[in-house]
């Protein structure tokens, strides 16, 4: 089916120093900045286990692979957001809440919302090719973890 919004991206790249003078001399806990929950849970990662103390949620991960109506509901519990961390952050999203655990058998730190969504690694990528966009240079990011 595909990503119904996906050619409607608004680019709002640089929009927070254009408005600079709304808040340059205001502490950062004054100023309402947008932002995300769970905001690299935009997909599941199905073939990677949650972390520890979700034996249930992992259990019913496994079965979701084979059966679709386990898939769907999972799927219904875990996903938040229909665009990527990186196309959050075009929209103008300048605040990312990234829900990570360490997960053993991969040695990597991951986001989790229910279920494992997305390597931390993948997040960074995502984040730095939005940051070294130049249009981005001056805005800044606050990434909740």
């Not at 790249?13 to 905001?39: A, E």
């Not at 997909?43 to 972390?51: M, P, Q, R």
């Not at 997040?123 to 966009?133: A, D, F, P, S």
Request: glycine letters at 6%; hydrophobic letters at 40%.
């Amino acid at each position: 089916m595909g990503n119904i919004f996906a050619k409607k991206i608004t680019n709002n790249d640089g929009w927070l120093w254009k408005n600079k003078k709304y808040y340059y001399t205001d502490k950062v806990n004054k100023i309402i900045i947008p932002g995300t929950h769970d905001s690299g849970a935009y997909k599941v990662d199905w073939l990677i286990g949650g972390a520890k103390g979700n034996a249930v949620l992992n259990t019913l991960r496994m079965i979701g692979i084979v059966v679709p109506w386990i898939r769907v509901i999972l799927d219904g519990w875990t996903i938040t957001h229909n665009l990527s961390p990186y196309h959050q952050l075009k929209l103008g999203i300048r605040s990312l809440d990234l829900r990570m655990y360490y997960d053993e058998p991969t040695k990597k730190f991951r986001l989790a919302h229910s279920l494992s969504v997305m390597s931390f690694d993948n997040m960074l990528k995502q984040i730095t090719k939005w940051v070294n966009e130049k249009a981005n240079s001056n805005d800044f990011l606050i990434l909740q973890i």
